[in-house]
């Protein structure tokens, strides 16, 4: 992929999509295939989240992404959260959250598809397989939706560095419920089938990825 331009961060998105929280306990957090030891030796706790967002505009040009958070990990003395999980529709989009957030990216083809009112199917595939099929019903009023209430502080390791992240985002959002979710375990946390606390239908919303802090990881 070396002809993939190099797009730095700042990067502003917008777009619109499913977020997804839950609650999980360590036990549950341990069976996640795609977490290294060390953070599963670190569980804190917190809200574990699923999101699947169709960007319509960002500086690597529309994309899709189907990503997922655990919860918070304790990270030399701090409580980050940590995507285990990431799945994008452009090798542009793959290419440059590597490079610049250490973000664990990789490509896969998606399909939001529109079922009736109010209703959605999200579909996406690697390499031909599965890796992800959830089917939501939209429900509500629309409130104001904004990171200020649930922060997402970021660490990702890469090569031996810590890339630290806080994405900041605001939109509108409406209630959704999780009418079924269905994952292929080889490419995506099971996790993702537990009984959410809530979901949320951002529709639109606005993301800002900050160029990262990047630190040598101690001994």
């Not at 529109?114 to 939501?136: A, M, Q, W, Y």
């Not at 994952?183 to 239908?201: C, D, G, T």
């Amino acid at each position: 992929m070396s002809d993939i331009p190099v797009i730095p961060a700042p990067w502003d998105l917008k777009g619109r999509g499913f977020i997804i929280l839950y609650r999980f306990t360590k036990e549950e957090i341990v069976q996640d295939p795609f977490l290294s030891d060390h953070f599963k030796a670190n569980f804190a706790g917190g809200f574990g989240s699923l999101m699947a967002v169709d960007y319509e505009t960002s500086n690597a040009g529309p994309y899709q992404e189907l990503l997922f958070i655990p919860g918070a990990f304790r990270f030399y003395g701090k409580k980050l959260q940590h995507i285990s999980r990431i799945f994008v529709s452009t090798d542009e989009s793959v290419v440059n959250g590597r490079r610049n957030w250490a973000i664990p990216k990789e490509r896969a083809n998606f399909v939001f598809q529109p079922l009736e009112k109010d209703r959605e199917e999200i579909l996406v595939e690697h390499n031909g397989d599965s890796v992800f099929r959830g089917t939501f019903r939209i429900k509500g009023p629309v409130f104001p939706v904004n990171t200020i209430v649930f922060p997402y502080r970021l660490v990702q390791v890469q090569n031996n560095h810590a890339y630290h992240t806080r994405f900041t985002g605001h939109g509108w959002g409406r209630l959704a419920s999780v009418e079924s979710v269905k994952v292929n375990p080889e490419h995506f946390p099971a996790l993702a089938e537990k009984k959410p606390l809530i979901a949320i239908a951002v529709q639109p919303f606005s993301i800002t990825f900050p160029t990262a802090v990047v630190e040598d990881i101690k001994g």
